[in-house]
């Protein structure tokens, strides 16, 4: 009897033992619970935080991502750059809007001290404004740019070289991020007016009589009453002409240049010489819906009357048809070469040339040239016109001309 009672007592002993142990593990698990919960909530509360953050930069981003300069422009560019340097590593991975990326205001394009906007005050009476597009490449604006008002301002040193820009997105790009600010056409003429000059000459670096030259006349023409005298020189490629087999001494003069220039560069004596080692020269321009767009089929004519068989010119926009990049892929192709070297046919090696041309995207000129598995190598040559000796000759053969 005695034993049972102890048995039984042992037995009722490890139950309560067991019990015990069973209500400290389920505490122990609801804590692990709370405390996962609570890390849950807090990680959710982060990434929502992060989000607002980035989401509040791609807005800043977006605001200052137009055509039209405001009085709120440069107030818009400070905040925008201000809430980019707010933001943590993490957060501007989110940054996304319509035309907003990290790569706004965080892609190395290289030192923009090393750029002169050429936007001083006390010109004198007799200007040079030199128009371009612009960039926001800062390496490609000083070299390219640059190189073609240096080269300006060397042949004429009377004249006081001035620089504009069409493309207020880009103008507001590099002020946002770099603190330049470089005049649009409208405030580089009212800096004229105001600083009392008579005589103005006008130099687009544009590639030809395009859209974007139209709306410069156009522009020019409603400030010639402030001066004395007003001429606008001709652009890189002259004259458009009336259909694809009309060239002239400018056309002549760049497909010269731009094809010793990367035939040097792609490491060859002479283009014969590429030929003979199945190499293909592909120049890409941009391409319009412009009439202008004739000028590319003219510059392909002037390659071939100069005897390049090996030279092709496309366009990113594929306009005309026949420059679009698939159908160069078929041409280089047919004409039997295996090797493939891309180098842009405009002004400034900017992000036509980075990202269109070499970039690593599917639809980059470098990765469909590849995909098609028809060539042994497809090298790049992100270099722009401007930075070519010969190009920027015939900048200062135009004002000549004028002058």
């Known amino acids: 009897m005695r034993r049972r009672l102890v048995s039984s007592l042992a037995v009722l002993m490890s139950s309560v033992v067991l019990f015990s142990a069973c209500g400290n593990t389920n505490d122990t698990e609801e804590k692990q619970d709370e405390s996962q919960a609570v890390e849950q909530t807090e990680e959710v509360a982060q990434e929502d935080t992060d989000q607002l953050a980035a989401d509040n930069c791609a807005a800043l981003i977006d605001a200052i991502y137009v055509q039209e300069r405001t009085d709120e422009t440069d107030a818009q560019c400070a905040a925008a750059k201000e809430a980019w340097d707010g933001l943590t ?9 319509e035309n907003a990326d990290p790569d706004y205001f965080g892609r190395d394009t290289g030192d923009a001290s090393k750029d002169d906007p050429l ?5 004198g009476e007799n200007e040079i404004l030199v128009v371009s597009f612009g960039t926001s490449f800062n390496d490609s604006r000083a070299t390219d740019i640059g190189g073609v008002e240096k080269a300006i301002a060397e042949a004429y040193p009377d004249w006081s070289v001035r620089r504009a820009f069409t493309s207020q997105i880009i103008i507001n790009h590099i002020q946002a991020r770099d603190n330049e600010k ?11 007016v105001a600083n009392g000059v008579k005589n103005l000459v006008v130099q687009p670096t544009h590639l030809m009589h395009g859209a974007e030259y139209d709306d410069l006349v156009a522009t020019v023409e409603e400030y010639a009453d402030n001066f004395e005298s007003v001429s606008i020189s001709e652009p890189l490629l002259g004259q458009v002409g009336a259909d694809e087999t ?3 001494s400018d056309k002549e003069k760049v497909a010269k240049a731009v094809t010793a220039e990367a035939v040097a560069t792609a490491g060859y004596d002479d283009l014969t010489a590429a030929a003979e080692d199945g190499v293909a020269f592909v120049f890409m321009g941009h391409g319009t819906s412009h009439n202008a767009k ?8 002037q390659m071939n009357e100069l005897g ?6 496309g366009t990113v926009e594929g306009e005309p048809e026949e420059t679009s990049c698939e159908n160069i892929i078929e041409n280089v192709k047919a004409a039997g070469y295996t090797k493939v070297v891309l180098r842009p046919l405009m002004v ?7 990202n269109d041309m070499a970039g690593d995207d599917e639809d980059s000129w ?3 040239f590849l995909a098609d598995g028809s060539f042994e190598s497809v090298d790049c040559q992100v270099a722009g016109l401007g930075s070519i000796a010969d190009i920027e000759a015939i900048y200062v053969e135009h004002l000549k001309e004028v002058l």
């Open 89 to 97: 590593d993490a957060q501007k991975e989110l940054v996304e809007g």
């Open 119 to 123: 936007n001083q005050d006390e010109i």
């Open 182 to 192: 470089i005049d649009n056409v409208e405030q580089a003429l009212d800096r004229a």
């Open 246 to 248: 009309e060239v002239n």
């Open 294 to 301: 004739v000028t590319y089929s003219q510059m392909q004519t």
């Open 308 to 313: 390049y068989e090996n030279v092709f010119v």
């Open 348 to 354: 400034v090696a900017g992000d036509h040339a980075n």
């Open 366 to 368: 470098k990765s469909m």
